[in-house]
């Protein structure tokens, strides 16, 4: 599975995706951080699951008290933490989202967006399991997933 995420869905093809997508795609995703911005407090503590280069990360870092991301991929996370630079409230884990190494309702946020659900090659009811287990009794957890027909633009 790593290769997976190294060989396919690696940060640097993902910069390169968004770079390209079209004005409809980019559209799409401008309103889903703008979805998930408008439901970030400033005292909440987010996990991004899946934050690739951190790209989401780095929007929630300017609402968000602090924001964790994990992903299964050491590079995303290298080039995570070079994007973000030297922010104090965000910390990158490599990290597998079905094994979360965090305590029991530790986050008051849990997004999965701009991959989605559907990126993991994982179990989706391990995935949500795990992610539900993570967030604070009446905390919000928002995840995405795209149609495979996403991408047609035409």
């Known amino acids: 599975m790593a290769n997976y995420y190294s060989d396919s869905l690696n940060a640097k093809r993902l910069q390169k995706c968004y770079a390209i997508a079209p004005k409809r795609v980019k559209q799409f995703l401008k309103a889903e951080i703008t979805f998930v911005l408008d ?3 400033a005292d909440d503590i987010v996990l991004d699951l899946g934050c690739g280069y951190g790209r989401v990360s780095a929007r929630l870092l300017k ?6 991301g994990i992903d299964i991929s050491k590079e995303n996370i290298q ?3 070079k994007f973000v630079g030297n922010a104090k409230n965000c910390k990158f884990y490599e990290m597998d989202a079905i094994d979360l190494k965090f305590n029991d309702g530790v986050f008051d946020f849990v997004i999965c ?5 559907s990126a993991f090659k994982v179990d989706p009811e391990s995935l949500l399991k795990e992610a539900i287990r993570v967030t ?3 905390g919000i957890i928002l ?3 795209y149609s495979e ?6």
């Not at 967006?113 to 659900?117: A, D, E």
């Not at 027909?149 to 035409?154: Q, W």
Request: glycine letters at 10%.
């Open 39 to 41: 439901r970030t407090n």
């Open 63 to 68: 609402k968000a008290k602090s924001v964790a």
């Open 79 to 81: 080039l995570a933490e």
């Open 113 to 117: 967006i701009q991959n989605g659900i």
């Open 136 to 138: 604070r009794r009446k």
């Open 143 to 145: 995840f995405s997933s």
């Open 149 to 154: 027909k996403f991408g047609n633009t035409g």
